[in-house]
């Protein structure tokens, strides 16, 4: 049974049809690059599978569960997280405190095994040292690694990220996708990430991607195989 199972979605605005009739499937555990340029629908659909939309038409199943018209809310507890889905960080909080945060509204711990919690994760994406500092003063990978922490309190099955390497500089985004190969093969989180640029780094990430082209899903398979397909190339080169 696959984690995460969407059946014919689509969500429609107006006359415009951002998510056409999309199906897909996500495994436990699998890394999974959503691709597609900008207008293509990849932030529709992450909305769509978080439940700040709900679909027009189709089904979303996750872990066996409908859950196409739940509220987000709802969804967290499953084991479904999205990166930005709760608060941007607090100012003036310190980070041990935006994490715990994640344990507390994403897993509904106690504050103090939400700390305790948030303690774990921090050590899991090497920032512990940071603990104390106020959010705002972390740089963009501190930042993001703080993100990813405040999602993996949460205690998800499925990780959506939005481009989550965006921003980064080579080494940054290496740092990042170690520690989601790590997630993923630890923890044995399913980790979707969005990605608007081809680039080198989504052939380390995913195993699969979905290249996403006019709401429609244009091509699915392996990540080598279809980054060099002609219809990819013709969509981001707009022949
Ligand atoms: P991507 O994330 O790939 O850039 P989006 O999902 O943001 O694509 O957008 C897909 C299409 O849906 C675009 O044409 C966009 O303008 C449109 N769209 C997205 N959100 C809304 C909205 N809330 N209202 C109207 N149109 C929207």
């Given at each position: 049974?696959?984690l995460?199972?969407?059946?014919?979605v689509?969500?429609r605005?107006?006359?415009?049809v951002?998510?056409?009739?999309?199906?897909l499937?996500?495994?436990e555990?699998?890394?999974l690059?959503?691709?597609?340029?900008n207008?293509?629908g990849?932030?529709?659909?992450?909305?769509l599978?978080?439940?700040v939309y709900y679909?027009?038409?189709?089904?979303?199943?996750?872990?066996?569960?409908?859950?196409?018209?739940?509220?987000p809310?709802r969804?967290?507890p499953?084991?479904?997280?999205?990166t930005?889905?709760?608060p941007?960080?607090f100012?003036?909080?310190?980070?041990?405190?935006?994490v715990?945060i994640?344990?507390?509204f994403?897993?509904g711990r106690?504050?103090?095994s939400a700390?305790?919690?948030?303690?774990?994760?921090?050590?899991l994406v090497?920032?512990?040292?940071?603990?104390?500092k106020?959010?705002k003063l972390?740089?963009?990978?501190?930042?993001?690694?703080m993100?990813?922490?405040?999602?993996?309190?949460?205690k998800?099955?499925?990780l959506?990220?939005?481009?989550v390497?965006?921003?980064?500089?080579?080494?940054d985004?290496?740092?990042?996708l170690?520690?989601?190969?790590?997630?993923?093969k630890?923890?044995?989180?399913?980790?979707?990430?969005?990605?608007?640029?081809?680039?080198?780094?989504?052939?380390?990430f995913?195993?699969?991607?979905?290249?996403m082209h006019?709401?429609?899903?244009?091509?699915e398979?392996?990540?080598?195989?279809?980054?060099?397909?002609?219809?990819?190339i013709e969509?981001?080169?707009?022949k």
């Amino acid at each position: 049974m696959p984690l995460l199972k969407l059946e014919n979605v689509t969500k429609r605005f107006g006359g415009l049809v951002a998510v056409d009739s999309i199906s897909l499937e996500v495994e436990e555990g699998e890394a999974l690059g959503i691709v597609g340029p900008n207008g293509s629908g990849k932030t529709t659909l992450y909305n769509l599978i978080s439940g700040v939309y709900y679909p027009d038409e189709g089904r979303i199943i996750f872990n066996g569960e409908d859950i196409t018209k739940l509220p987000p809310h709802r969804r967290t507890p499953l084991g479904l997280a999205r990166t930005f889905q709760i608060p941007r960080p607090f100012g003036s909080a310190t980070v041990i405190e935006n994490v715990a945060i994640g344990a507390m509204f994403g897993a509904g711990r106690d504050v103090d095994s939400a700390l305790r919690e948030a303690d774990e994760m921090l050590e899991l994406v090497g920032i512990d040292h940071l603990r104390d500092k106020e959010a705002k003063l972390l740089t963009p990978l501190e930042k993001r690694l703080m993100e990813l922490a405040r999602a993996l309190a949460m205690k998800p099955k499925m990780l959506l990220l939005d481009e989550v390497m965006a921003g980064m500089n080579p080494s940054d985004i290496n740092r990042i996708l170690d520690l989601l190969d790590r997630i993923r093969k630890e923890e044995k989180v399913a980790v979707v990430s969005m990605v608007e640029h081809l680039m080198h780094a989504i052939t380390r990430f995913a195993e699969r991607v979905v290249v996403m082209h006019q709401g429609k899903k244009l091509i699915e398979g392996e990540t080598y195989e279809v980054l060099s397909h002609p219809e990819v190339i013709e969509v981001y080169l707009g022949k």
